[in-house]
């Protein structure tokens, strides 16, 4: 499932990102990247997401320089879509930070 990537090795292109595609929620939270159900006692990860043209996530080192903010958005990530990512592209959530 993991995307082909941009020329920019900063960013990432998602396949789809449409929390209406999901069958049968049973939460009100999604992973951006797969679209399954979460719980939300047990968010780790996030990524900023572009969706001003194709949905994109964006490398957190450069969110700083990234010209396009107001269009960012930070969106939970499961743990499996995490490993198939990457850390690096993702924020971490550790323990006591809420």
Same mark, same amino acid.
């Given at each position: 499932?993991?995307?082909?990537? /941009?020329?920019?090795?900063?960013?990432?292109?998602?396949?789809?990102?449409?929390?209406?595609?999901?069958?049968?929620?049973?939460?009100?939270?999604?992973?951006? =990247?797969?679209?399954?159900?979460?719980?939300?006692?047990?968010?780790? =990860?996030?990524? %900023? *997401?572009? %969706?001003?043209?194709?949905?994109?996530?964006?490398?957190?080192?450069?969110?700083?320089? =990234?010209?396009? &903010?107001?269009? *960012?958005?930070?969106?939970?990530?499961?743990?499996?879509?995490? &490993? /198939?990512?990457?850390? /690096?592209?993702? *924020?971490? *959530?550790? &323990?006591? /930070?809420?």
């Amino acid at each position: 499932m993991l995307n082909k990537m /941009e020329k920019n090795k900063n960013i990432k292109l998602l396949k789809f990102f449409c929390g209406d595609f999901r069958k049968d929620p049973k939460t009100p939270i999604f992973c951006a =990247y797969c679209q399954k159900d979460l719980n939300p006692k047990k968010l780790k =990860y996030f990524a %900023f *997401l572009d %969706f001003s043209d194709a949905p994109v996530i964006i490398d957190p080192k450069l969110v700083d320089k =990234y010209t396009k &903010k107001n269009t *960012l958005q930070v969106c939970p990530i499961g743990s499996k879509c995490a &490993k /198939e990512l990457g850390e /690096e592209w993702l *924020l971490k *959530l550790n &323990k006591g /930070e809420e």
